[in-house]
């Protein structure tokens, strides 16, 4: 994944729109598609979920953590999801909990249900980025 990034706004505590993140690192991972770009993934966790997201989800799900690093190494994020055989469940990308951005790592500022300032203009473009080609 690329090292430049993206501005994101991000509070004094490191943590940023966790709408942002997603969009920021689906447009990054389709960059890096687009151009051929090496990367690292590494399979960190793969466990089964969490007994009330396991009854949400059904039978056969998987929990999966997951860590891309440059190609020289460099922590670039660190996703979850849940997966089912071949399909990744629920919006049918990874969740950025951790994200490189501008040389620093930024975490989720909230959760789903959530609102922050930033939500309206960041959420619209997380759901353009699902449909980037690459």
Same mark, same amino acid.
């Given at each position: 994944?690329?090292? #430049?990034?993206?501005? &994101?706004?991000? #509070? ?7 709408? #942002?993140?997603?969009?920021?690192? $689906? +447009? %990054? ?12 993934? +590494? ?14 989800? %059904?039978?056969? &799900?998987?929990?999966?953590? @997951? /860590?891309?690093?440059?190609? $020289?190494? @460099?922590?670039?994020?660190? @996703? ?5 055989? $071949?399909?990744?469940?629920?919006? %049918? ?7 490189? &951005? $501008? /040389?620093?790592? &930024?975490?989720? #500022? ?13 959420? *619209? ?7 980037? *080609?690459?």
């Amino acid at each position: 994944m690329s090292a #430049s990034t993206p501005s &994101v706004p991000l #509070s004094e505590d490191g943590l940023a729109c966790p709408y #942002s993140m997603r969009a920021i690192f $689906n +447009e %990054g991972f389709a960059r890096c598609r687009q151009k051929r770009a090496r990367y690292q993934q +590494e399979r960190l966790k793969i466990t089964q979920p969490e007994p009330a997201a396991a009854a949400r989800l %059904g039978a056969g &799900v998987l929990s999966i953590t @997951t /860590r891309y690093r440059s190609d $020289n190494g @460099t922590l670039m994020a660190e @996703t979850h999801h849940y997966r089912r055989g $071949n399909r990744i469940l629920a919006s %049918g990308f990874e969740d950025p909990k951790l994200l490189r &951005v $501008n /040389r620093e790592y &930024v975490e989720p #500022s909230h959760g789903d249900g959530e609102w922050c300032a930033d939500c309206a203009e960041w959420r *619209p473009r997380a759901e353009a980025s699902k449909h980037l *080609p690459g």
